[in-house]
């Protein structure tokens, strides 16, 4: 149960803006945003954070780079990230905090830890967080560090770096920090604050003292959630989160996909290869999000039929024809079934592959009663529609694909002429030219379909 009756403070550690983030960075976004979404239909108030670090080694080094300050530099990239995070559907958070808009708070936190004992200032101007003065150090990784090498400091900002022991809460300003306006003033000089310092800094800022939950990637477990543990539990002496949730990291060709590594795709990039946000997202919550998850383009394809074949089915279910007096079917059971299994696929630690394997047995199940049954009574159709659309307000994937493939009346306007022209080019025997109106409708991702009671059209991703 959460601190407060129905409201859950979730606080999930965001993207560091000094470039584009990739779609392994989109999987764990994504695992984020299922978080959110199951939450909120579940019939919780979500007050949800998720923070943007526009001030650490990378920002720093890259506006140094660009010969511009790290506010300046990271500024694009922020507009980037959500846009991307627009485009793929995730619901935005309530607060988006960014660490150099909290220096004076942070100043003030590491000057209580210092005040405490928990943290001294060292002779190279940095304060450092005594990992002595807290004795339950280690137990979220699950570290004895009494095996660890007094005396190491963390002084660098990069990610997977478990030199352990004391860490910097405080780093003494140098000249690139200065260059880049990345240097404030604090009572032990000029400095920047360090980046464990600044998720609890915000987090605890925008959501008190203890959080129901706290997201993120698995590489965030240690160092960097661990020190957010020690300073923020020895700062105000209570549980800082009740429950921890990290994704596992994305992998390309069976490699994890890292900017690091040089192996990594955009979403920007997929887009303009012809994948649709639908495709990608339905990629990339496929899997348990503690689960592994290879990207292929051969993936990414498969996905891209699953979505069609989702759209494919609203619209048939929508089309179907309801005539009173028909016999009633198994649909409103078949539908009640499946949220049934869906909403215990996700009870289950949020395993969305489950959760999509009932979403898509109630499609097949359900084509195959509406194969029997061309008419059905109004009730048993809105049980389906509202079985799908109860799943997709978590999953996302018509709502993404919807709005990927609206158009606008004068689009609609020109495929209707295009259908005329072509619906008089077969009856003039012009099957060539037809064939071509069909050919270009298809280029723009538009499909026709020749019926009974005449040719319908539809958007394809």
Same mark, same amino acid.
């Given at each position: 149960?959460?601190?407060?009756?129905?409201?859950?403070?979730?606080?999930?550690?965001?993207?560091?803006?000094?470039?584009?983030?990739?779609?392994?960075?989109?999987?764990?976004?994504?695992?984020?945003?299922?978080?959110?979404?199951?939450?909120?239909?579940?019939?919780?108030?979500?007050?949800?954070?998720? *923070?943007?670090?526009?001030?650490?080694?990378?920002?720093?080094?890259?506006?140094?780079?660009?010969?511009?300050?790290?506010?300046?530099?990271?500024?694009?990239?922020?507009?980037?990230?959500?846009?991307?995070?627009?485009?793929? =559907?995730?619901?935005?958070?309530?607060?988006?905090?960014?660490? +150099?808009?909290?220096?004076?708070?942070?100043?003030?936190?590491?000057?209580?830890?210092?005040?405490?004992?928990?943290?001294?200032?060292?002779?190279?101007?940095?304060?450092?967080?005594?990992?002595?003065?807290?004795?339950?150090?280690?137990?979220?990784?699950?570290?004895?560090?009494?095996?660890?090498?007094?005396?190491?400091?963390?002084?660098?900002?990069?990610?997977?770096?478990?030199?352990?022991?004391?860490?910097?809460?405080?780093?003494?300003? #140098?000249?690139?920090?200065?260059?880049?306006?990345?240097?404030?003033?604090?009572?032990?000089?000029?400095?920047?604050?360090?980046?464990?310092?600044?998720?609890?800094?915000?987090?605890? #800022?925008?959501?008190?003292?203890?959080?129901?939950?706290?997201?993120?990637?698995?590489?965030?477990?240690?160092?960097?959630?661990?020190?957010?543990?020690?300073?923020? &539990?020895?700062?105000?002496?209570?549980?800082?989160?009740?429950?921890?949730?990290?994704?596992?990291?994305?992998?390309?060709? =069976?490699?994890?996909?890292?900017?690091?590594?040089?192996?990594?795709?955009?979403?920007?990039?997929?887009?303009?290869?012809?994948?649709?946000?639908? #495709?990608?997202?339905?990629?990339?919550?496929?899997?348990?999000?503690?689960?592994?998850?290879?990207?292929?383009?051969?993936?990414?394809?498969?996905?891209?039929?699953?979505?069609?074949?989702?759209?494919?089915?609203?619209?048939?279910? &929508?089309?179907?024809?309801?005539?009173?007096?028909?016999?009633?079917?198994?649909?409103?059971?078949?539908?009640?079934?499946?949220?049934?299994?869906? %909403?215990?696929?996700?009870?289950?630690?949020?395993?969305?592959?489950?959760?999509?394997?009932?979403?898509?047995?109630?499609?097949?199940?359900? *084509?195959?009663?509406?194969?029997?049954?061309?008419?059905?009574?109004?009730?048993?159709?809105?049980?389906?529609?509202?079985?799908?659309?109860?799943?997709?307000?978590?999953?996302?994937?018509?709502?993404?694909?919807?709005?990927?493939?609206?158009?606008?009346?004068?689009?609609?306007?020109?495929?209707?002429?295009?259908?005329?022209? %072509? +619906?008089?080019?077969?009856?003039?025997?012009?099957?060539?030219?037809?064939?071509?109106?069909?050919?270009?409708?298809?280029?723009?991702?538009?499909?026709?379909?020749?019926?009974?009671?005449?040719?319908?059209?539809?958007?394809?991703?």
């Amino acid at each position: 149960m959460p601190i407060e009756g129905g409201s859950v403070r979730v606080y999930a550690c965001g993207p560091t803006i000094y470039d584009h983030a990739h779609i392994g960075n989109f999987r764990t976004f994504l695992f984020f945003d299922t978080v959110h979404r199951y939450l909120e239909t579940s019939g919780y108030q979500v007050r949800f954070v998720m *923070n943007l670090t526009d001030v650490d080694d990378k920002t720093i080094a890259g506006a140094v780079a660009a010969d511009m300050s790290v506010g300046d530099f990271t500024r694009p990239f922020g507009e980037a990230f959500f846009e991307d995070s627009a485009t793929l =559907g995730i619901r935005p958070a309530d607060c988006y905090p960014r660490a +150099t808009q909290y220096i004076g708070k942070m100043v003030d936190f590491v000057a209580g830890l210092v005040e405490s004992g928990h943290a001294y200032r060292a002779e190279d101007g940095a304060v450092y967080f005594s990992v002595a003065s807290f004795e339950a150090y280690g137990r979220l990784k699950g570290i004895d560090t009494s095996s660890l090498r007094p005396g190491a400091r963390v002084a660098q900002d990069e990610y997977e770096k478990e030199d352990a022991r004391d860490f910097a809460l405080w780093k003494a300003a #140098s000249e690139p920090d200065e260059k880049a306006g990345a240097a404030w003033d604090s009572p032990w000089g000029r400095g920047r604050p360090g980046w464990h310092l600044e998720c609890s800094v915000m987090s605890l #800022s925008e959501l008190g003292d203890t959080l129901d939950m706290h997201l993120g990637g698995e590489d965030l477990i240690f160092p960097h959630h661990e020190n957010e543990i020690a300073q923020s &539990e020895a700062s105000t002496g209570k549980q800082f989160v009740r429950y921890w949730l990290h994704g596992k990291h994305l992998q390309l060709e =069976g490699r994890k996909m890292s900017k690091s590594l040089g192996n990594y795709i955009t979403v920007r990039q997929l887009l303009g290869e012809g994948y649709d946000p639908a #495709s990608i997202r339905h990629q990339l919550i496929s899997a348990h999000y503690r689960g592994d998850l290879n990207f292929t383009r051969a993936g990414l394809d498969a996905s891209r039929n699953a979505v069609q074949r989702l759209v494919d089915f609203e619209s048939r279910v &929508e089309g179907a024809r309801a005539a009173e007096g028909s016999e009633p079917t198994s649909l409103p059971e078949l539908a009640e079934a499946a949220v049934d299994a869906f %909403r215990s696929a996700m009870d289950n630690d949020l395993n969305t592959a489950d959760a999509l394997a009932a979403l898509f047995t109630m499609v097949a199940k359900v *084509n195959g009663v509406l194969d029997a049954h061309p008419a059905i009574l109004e009730s048993d159709r809105a049980a389906v529609l509202d079985a799908l659309r109860r799943m997709d307000q978590v999953l996302g994937l018509l709502e993404v694909a919807r709005a990927a493939r609206t158009i606008g009346d004068d689009v609609s306007a020109w495929v209707e002429r295009k259908i005329i022209e %072509r +619906t008089d080019a077969r009856a003039a025997r012009d099957y060539a030219r037809a064939d071509a109106i069909r050919g270009e409708l298809a280029d723009k991702g538009i499909v026709l379909e020749d019926g009974p009671a005449g040719t319908r059209w539809k958007v394809v991703g």
